[in-house]
């Protein structure tokens, strides 16, 4: 579902997932997407993984 259709009609929907408000602990609102907690965490995931990557890259490249 694209995020301009979850945000059309009465039923509040995360912008990424498409579950709504009902299926979710909570919404989080911007001025035109919402996330759900569930997608916010899995991207912070995504972001920890990529940090301790570059992380890694950089210690061996100081190895050198």
């Given at each position: 579902m694209g995020w301009?259709?979850?945000?059309?009609?009465?039923r509040r929907r995360c912008s990424f997932c498409g579950r709504s408000e009902a299926e979710v602990s909570r919404l989080v609102e911007g001025p035109t997407v919402r996330i759900c907690v569930e997608?916010?965490?899995a991207c912070n995931e995504v972001i920890r993984k990529?940090?301790?990557?570059l992380l890694v890259r950089k210690q061996k490249e100081e190895e050198k």
């Open positions: 301009k259709l979850s945000l059309l009609g009465s997608c916010l965490e990529e940090r301790k990557e």
